[in-house]
């Protein structure tokens, strides 16, 4: 008997489940697999046996247009010593898993790399095959990552009708919109792409520029005096010359170290109207921005089934790795790469964009 | 030479442009009118002669997918002997303006008011037509308001998915929604129609209510313990049992005397941390709830098309006030109303809803 799992982990993207969809497709064709499961919560429905079984013969389509993590997700950090590994490794065989999938980001990959580490060390036949999700856009290896390109159309599409929005008044304020991105700016450089139509952002802040206080507001108030009102979109988190998140007073640790950020848009206005006295507005596209499938990418949804479907027909073949997205002649090509070297890393955006 | 006006007032929403539309679907087609003029700005185009010309042939559907008022808003509030309205009716001869529509809520329709009264008493030959609009849903006299249902489009969807974002973990945390609606919960309380798909939230807070602090807390409590999470949507003001509004702390007051309010889904995520220690997340639909025409609602556009449409029906058989609509087995009807009708007038929500 040889048996899958499929895990979801990080945080959700509009079209996560789009890559569930496509390895349950890709599992209802192979006859080598006999059974699939779905972990619930994440890693943690493995090392607890929360598993469900996903049918040999029914229809999943309705997955492509959920947002959220359908299984559930989880934040949960691994080490190769761990008494969760010793409960994974007791459930893999109990449910003789032969092909795990995991999908999710850099985080997720670590974990997946983590278990691939321990698969081979302890001679599991088990390959560890993980689908790239993410937002942000900031993994290594890929052209390009399924879920960015959803939150792009709502950034982009959200921006484009707020211009109309604030252009209704004369006497314009300063609005600031705050998109994700903790350490890329990805996502909020997109919102440039508005600009094409003439509706987009005056100023954009990202993590990757340093940020000077004294700078931005001289380009609030030129921008201020020439127009009347002022569109910027900022990252949720920016830095000062020694690499610190600035605006951050209140902020705790996740279980990867990361900082909990507060709002950036929010101390932006409070900047801007103590210095400038202009009025202000503070936009937020918070959770809308991942799970507004309703505005989902046609060909992100078709990506991320792709991904699963990939990942299903590598495990097969038992080799283990990441499957990322490269392009070559205006052709997509899914390729698989080690685990190493998409886990834990961050792929900043280049100055020059 | 008989001519008319068009003026926009007070805030966006997704469909006023569909109502400039109907204005001049009619315009094109009534040979009585000669000429039509947009006021740049609201009222105050009229008062410093800032008209744009309306052409009688050309195609103007696109205006129907525009969100924000195209033509500029304006919130200013006239007297019957301001010297604004000396300005207006300058104006108003010599571009021998005998039909002028205002297009907005009920403080626009205080402006349209006092200038049908100008016009009466001092033998002006103009009427002036009120065109209804406002998301908020709160203008008496007519069933609903156009804007409001893609508003409600917009807060229904977006709870939907975040619905499914939030399920995604298991350590769930408090998500406060934030809706707009100063004075009553109409939109804030569509939330609920997401509750036919058990997606919408579990606790709703309206300013028609007076807010118990207790009571908030032993019902998030409550939800907490037994879900795991908890959904809250709550209307941008709440007020205590002698009417005030609380959390505000941070207020001016805009030019019709109402308060600017601070923010309440802040303020109660900051109560349930102090006293629950529960993870939090506050999300505020701020402008999107009233500009994301890319999820208009189709019937809105329609109404909002077919009060203007009506507005010049009735501006021709010389017939002044505002047109509201009225269901009558099951039946659309525009109906005139007098302004002061609805002028500065709330429509709170009945209590058994």
């Known amino acids: 008997m040889d048996n899958a799992v ?95 999938f995991i999908n999710g980001g850099n985080d997720s990959m670590d974990t997946g790399m983590i278990l691939n580490k321990v698969f081979k060390e302890r001679n599991i036949d088990c390959v560890a095959v993980g689908i790239i999700k993410t937002i942000d856009n900031d993994l290594y290896q890929t052209d390009f990552t399924p879920g960015f390109a959803s939150a792009v159309n709502y ?75 002022v569109l910027i979109c900022v990252s949720e988190a920016l830095r000062d010359e020694n690499g610190n998140y600035i605006f951050c007073d209140d902020f705790n640790l996740d279980s990867f170290g990361h900082k909990q950020l507060g709002s950036v848009g929010l101390s932006l206005c409070k900047l801007v109207k103590n210095k400038l ?22 060909n992100d949804i078709k990506w991320a089934k792709l991904c699963g479907i990939n990942a299903v027909k590598f495990a097969l073949k038992k080799q283990s790795g990441v499957v990322v997205i490269k392009i070559k002649n205006h052709k997509f090509c899914y390729r698989l790469v080690d685990f190493e070297e998409v886990a834990n890393k961050v792929k900043k955006m280049p100055r020059e964009f």
């Open 6 to 100: 499929y895990i979801q982990s990080g945080g959700p993207t509009s079209v996560i489940n789009s890559s569930f969809y496509g390895v349950i497709l890709q599992f209802q064709k192979e006859e080598k697999i006999n059974h699939l499961y779905g972990a619930k919560y994440g890693i943690s429905g493995l090392i607890n046996e929360q598993l469900i079984e996903i049918s040999k013969e029914k229809d999943y389509s309705y997955l492509t247009k959920l947002p959220g993590a359908i299984l559930g997700s989880a934040r949960i950090k691994l080490t190769c010593s761990c008494e969760a590994i010793e409960k994974i490794l007791v459930n893999i065989k109990k449910y003789s898993i032969k092909y795990l």
């Open 155 to 229: 950034i982009v599409r959200s921006i484009m009708e707020i211009s109309f929005d604030i252009r209704s008044y004369q006497s314009g304020r300063v609005t600031i919109i705050e998109t994700m991105g903790r350490d890329t700016g990805w996502l909020c450089a997109s919102s440039s792409i508005a600009n094409e139509y003439n509706l987009g952002p005056d100023l954009i802040y990202v993590p990757e520029i340093i940020f000077n206080e004294k700078k931005f507001i001289q380009d609030v108030e030129k921008v201020y005096k020439k127009k009347g009102h």
């Open 277 to 298: 006295h202009y009025s202000t507005r503070h936009v937020e596209f918070n959770l809308m921005q991942r799970c507004s499938s309703h505005i989902s990418n046609k």
